[in-house]
């Protein structure tokens, strides 16, 4: 019973010893295949010796044991052949339940999350979220209303009051170029084109206007 009992969870261990196992098999396998083969060459080498020493028995033997060793390194090539292929079903299969047991895994944490977040407590606590939305905002429009005696102004009234200073503000603009007159231009100053020298102004000319008058006044009581 109790051999029973060890072998059926040594084989509810999982596929990896048994991965293992062969692993270490092949490694013996190609091995030994190595020793075959080098056994091989050596006999090819001594019936080549042989003939030359025109021992024609000895050579023969040698063949034949080659050929043993080659039966040897074919029948262990099969052997590996197989491991490989058992080695990949099960490394196959080892995925294939590692995937099956995380998908359960999931499965379950799945499961529990839905079991500890129901429906109703889903919308209890969207309620309560949007009550204390609708109390926060009350609270705040309660706190921004005016108090006291701004509580008493008419809203209308400041707009319009506010309307009319915007109109008068608008007339006064409008008159003001009216009213005003335009600054005279100023006389343009005469340059002299000789390099070096300030630039002059011009003699007035209502004295030399005069003095023509007086001379010729003059000339007229002297004849």
Do not use: W
Request: include cysteine; glycine fraction near 4%; charged fraction near 30%.
């Amino acid at each position: 019973m109790f051999k029973r009992a060890f072998g059926k969870a040594k084989q509810e261990a999982g596929p990896l010893p048994t991965i293992h196992k062969l692993n270490d098999t092949l490694d013996m396998l190609e091995k030994k295949e190595k020793v075959l083969v080098k056994k091989a060459s050596q006999e090819t080498e001594k019936a080549k010796q042989f003939t030359q020493a025109k021992n024609r028995n000895a050579a023969i033997k040698c063949l034949k044991r080659k050929r043993l060793y080659e039966q040897q390194i074919e029948q262990l090539g099969n052997f590996q052949l197989r491991i490989h292929d058992q080695m990949i079903m099960l490394e196959g299969a080892n995925a294939t339940t590692e995937t099956v047991d995380a998908l359960r895994s999931g499965t379950s944490v799945m499961k529990a999350m839905n079991k500890a977040t129901k429906i109703d407590d889903l919308e209890k606590t969207m309620d309560e979220i949007n009550d204390q939305t609708e109390s926060m905002k009350q609270i705040q429009e309660a706190l921004s209303a005016p108090i006291g005696a701004a509580a008493d102004f008419d809203e209308d009234e400041l707009e319009a009051e506010l309307e009319e200073l915007e109109g008068a503000e608008l007339e006064e603009e409008l008159l003001q170029p009216a009213t005003s007159a335009p600054a005279a231009p100023t006389p343009p100053v005469s340059v002299n084109p000789e390099v070096g020298r300030q630039p002059t102004r011009p003699a007035p000319q209502r004295n030399n206007r005069e003095e023509d008058e007086l001379a010729a006044l003059q000339a007229e009581m002297a004849l």
